[in-house]
């Protein structure tokens, strides 16, 4: 991926958030997922003046190389970019000598950039290696995964982060075909999953198993879910976190951790969806959701 060409990726949500999170001049703000840079950088021109910081995570080296020019002009916040997963921001935090932050903003999505390479393995769309890592320095790939996994084990992943009613038939059929050719493309593995389960209108019969797998190679929840317990200790009171996630795993943890917690005071009784107008610009905008708490100024740690 050219770190040169502009990012494809559409920051969503971008007005609500600039409104509900409120970033102000001189701040110190952690952007925990910079994707092609989009909300960094309307984060950072708020920051401008007064010394104001940007602090950008993300766990694929090859996208800070893709933000870093789009950030280079938003003059005026100084911005650090550290490849990292947001699970990290503690660590992070901690060497950079940052004691707290006025706030953070996490885009569970991954980029259309990441999406469209077909290297990535992260659709079915276009062939490509079986992969699926959003950080492809580490870990074990979707090909590790389906190749190695019991037949049980499968089935837990597509059922429980898929919501894959025919998991223990898909399972089955790959533990099967495994056996006589190990699954090395997407092309291949959506194949052997289209073969075992029906479709349902327009949704091609690989997306809930693709879901799953993604989900499992990244871990996807368990990072959010170590997120969700470092962020009130790195926020100073009254700073604001907002979480936009994707599908219903994501947002009920947000949910939940949120309203759970004498530690938050939550701003978004329900979760802040986009605009008819966005949705006309940015179909992909149509599953995210914005939920925003601030850290409890009479609660402490």
């Known amino acids: 991926m050219s770190a040169q060409r502009e990012p494809r990726h559409a920051p969503v949500l971008v007005a609500e958030i600039l409104r509900l999170l409120d970033p102000q ?21 708020r920051l ?39 699970d990290q921001l503690g660590s992070v935090l901690t060497n950079l000598g940052i004691d707290a932050i ?28 079986l992969d699926m890592r959003l950080d492809p320095t580490t870990g074990a790939t979707a090909a590790d995964m389906v190749n190695t996994m019991s037949e049980a084990g499968l089935a ?12 223990r038939r898909v399972s089955r059929k790959i533990v099967e075909r495994r056996k006589v050719t190990p699954f090395a493309t997407t092309t291949d593995f959506a194949n052997v999953v289209r073969s075992c ?61 949120f309203r759970d917690s004498p530690m938050w005071e939550v701003i978004t009784k329900k979760p802040v969806e986009a605009s008819d107008e966005e949705l006309a610009r940015n179909p992909r905008s149509r599953s995210a959701k914005l939920r925003v708490a601030a850290r409890s100024h009479d609660k402490h740690l």
Not at 60 to 69: F, G, S, V, W, Y
Not at 156 to 167: C, W, Y
């Open 25 to 45: 001049p001189g701040q110190t703000w952690v952007d925990c997922t910079v994707g092609g840079g989009g909300h960094s950088r309307v984060i950072a021109e």
């Open 48 to 86: 401008a003046g007064q010394c104001g910081t940007l602090i950008g995570l993300d766990q694929d080296p090859t996208m800070l190389e893709l933000a870093r020019p789009r950030l280079d002009e938003a003059t005026g916040a100084k911005i650090t970019l550290v490849h990292a997963n947001f």
């Open 102 to 129: 006025d706030g953070v903003l996490a885009d569970l999505g991954f980029s259309s950039d990441q999406m469209q390479e077909a290297g990535r393995g992260l659709s079915f769309r276009e062939d490509g290696p």
């Open 156 to 167: 837990d992943v597509f059922f429980e982060f898929g919501e894959e009613r025919q998991s």
């Open 197 to 257: 389960v029906p479709r349902s209108g327009s949704i091609d019969p690989a997306t809930r198993v693709f879901q799953a797998l993604r989900i499992a190679v990244n871990d996807e929840l368990g990072a959010l879910d170590r997120l969700l317990a470092v962020l009130p200790r790195v926020l100073k009171p009254g700073g604001r976190a907002g979480i936009i996630s994707f599908h219903s795993l994501e947002d009920r943890r947000v949910k939940q951790a």
